[in-house]
């Protein structure tokens, strides 16, 4: 590209909230320039989180499974674990879908430019290639900076201390690993590492792995993690990690803590921080809150009527698909369409064994704003489809509104319950009620028919072993 370049839209960073925003842009007309500081597009969810995490946690699931069904009488061998060629194909499944985006920036015109971006006015950002300095004018722009993960301070720079980056490169599998956090990015590593021979033990300050979910639906996950792991502290923080030839020490401080123990390998997982600081957003007028994130408004506009900011430089929740949502809000907004984010609910899901996920309204959340609400469950131990999966220990459950009986949120623990929950995400969204849910035919034998049954429960109607 030349030194000088101009755009009707800039957008800068390329994950999920980035590319899907470009993409629209261009779909709508627009002349579009996307940067971003890594040579490939996909951002982290692509690179190093969404993606590589579902690929492993899909071979994790290979592994727990040849072993589970040593219990109705079929045995396989220790697996031989091939590291080199698991992380090739690996690398090769993200490959793949980069490669794709690439191609779909390309067939729309969209100018990619490899470098980091820094504003230098409100209309105006320059840009660090591999080619020198460049600067870039634009009419508007859209944020999407993302983040990165949290650091624990005072822990000594060693190359066995990691981040979720460093563990979905797969480069050693260590003999015991201590994992810092029991939130979703934590016990997906923990649900992979495990599987592939790792002895495990987590760590969480909260006095609940998975904070944020309700505590029956991480039930069965908690009693699964208690028979797997070396240990589970909760209440509990690392206070010092000492580095030394023989391994890590780590020190923990809380009520319940624990002596110090030895680990090969320390995952840090203790959250995820905008990327605020590489960007300059001052430069342009973009005011930060003292968390790092950008607030925006439901058209994703900025303080700035024409910089717009999406995905997890915006806060919580940081995910993929709030990121692309709000991308082509901005988009179409920036195209003079008269939209706005008013999505009723955002999904949560954590992709471990069991899966749990959530939407809309949580009985925590309920039970703290003092909101009334019906609750009605089903468990899976009467799923005639969930016994023949060996997943008895699922459970879904329906809140609703008394009065209007109208969804309010859902939350499923057991095999595939984040792909289960996008139907109680429709329902909210359509403003589904029980009667509703309960009066449509869902194929029968399969899990999808736990949300029919929690509906019938909720309408009266008893429903027996199916
Ligand atoms: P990002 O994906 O962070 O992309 C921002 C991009 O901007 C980056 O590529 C960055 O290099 C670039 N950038 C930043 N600053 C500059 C600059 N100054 N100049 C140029 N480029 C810049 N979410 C889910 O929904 N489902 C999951 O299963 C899931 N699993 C995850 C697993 C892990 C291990 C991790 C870490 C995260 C996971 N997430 C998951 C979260 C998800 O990855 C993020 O919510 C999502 O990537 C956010 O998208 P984004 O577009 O806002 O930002």
């Not at 923990?252 to 123990?261: D, K, R, T, V, W």
């Amino acid at each position: 590209p030349p030194d000088n370049l101009h755009a009707e839209v800039l957008v800068l960073g390329a994950g999920p909230g980035g590319y899907t925003a470009a993409f629209r842009a261009a779909d709508l007309g627009k002349q579009v320039v996307l940067i971003e500081r890594y040579p490939v597009l996909g951002g982290v969810c692509l690179n190093v989180g969404c993606i590589p995490s579902k690929a492993l946690l899909h071979i994790a699931k290979i592994l727990t499974e040849a072993q589970a069904v040593r219990e109705v009488g079929i045995e396989f061998g220790q697996p031989a674990i091939n590291l080199e060629q698991l992380r090739h194909w690996k690398d090769g499944v993200v490959k793949k879908l980069a490669q794709g985006l690439s191609m779909l920036a390309k067939q729309r015109q969209v100018t990619v430019i490899q470098g980091s971006g820094k504003f230098i006015s409100p209309n105006a950002l320059t840009v660090e290639t591999p080619d020198g300095i460049k600067t870039i004018s634009f009419d508007h722009c859209v944020i999407a900076a993302g983040s990165s993960s949290a650091r624990l301070p005072g822990l000594p720079k060693d190359p066995r201390i990691i981040n979720s980056t460093d563990a979905l490169a797969l480069h050693t599998l260590p003999k015991r690993m201590l994992i810092i956090g029991g939130g979703i990015i934590g016990l997906e590593m923990a649900t992979v590492y495990q599987a592939l021979g790792t002895k495990i033990s987590i760590v969480e300050r909260l006095p609940q792995l998975i904070p944020g979910a309700d505590s029956d639906l991480i039930k069965p996950l908690v009693s699964k993690l208690k028979q797997t792991c070396e240990a589970i502290w909760l209440d509990t923080s690392v206070s010092q990690i000492e580095a030394s030839k023989k391994g890590l020490k780590v020190s923990f401080s809380g009520e319940q803590a624990p002596e110090a123990q030895w680990f090969d390998m320390v995952l840090v997982a203790i959250g995820r921080r905008p990327n605020d600081k590489l960007i300059a957003a001052e430069s342009a007028g973009v005011a930060v809150d003292e968390r790092g994130f950008i607030t925006v408004d439901e058209q994703m506009r900025t303080n700035a009527a024409h910089i717009f900011a999406i995905g997890d430089i915006t806060g919580e929740p940081m995910l993929a698909h709030k990121a692309s949502h709000q991308g082509k809000i901005a988009a179409e907004v920036i195209a003079g369409h008269k939209v706005a984010f008013d999505a009723r609910t955002i999904p949560s899901v954590a992709y471990t064994d069991p899966e749990i996920a959530w939407m809309g309204l949580t009985e925590t959340e309920a039970k703290k704003q003092g909101i009334a609400y019906e609750k009605a469950s089903f468990p899976w131990a009467a799923s005639g489809r969930a016994i023949a999966m060996g997943s008895e220990t699922g459970l879904t459950k329906l809140l609703y509104d008394k009065t209007t009986r109208r969804i309010l949120g859902a939350g499923i623990t057991g095999v595939n319950a984040g792909e289960l929950i996008a139907e109680a995400t429709l329902a909210l969204e359509m403003g589904a009620d029980m009667q509703d849910i309960a009066l449509t035919i869902h194929p029968h034998p399969t899990l999808s028919e736990t949300i029919m049954f929690a509906a019938e429960t909720a309408e009266g109607v008893i429903t027996d072993l199916y």
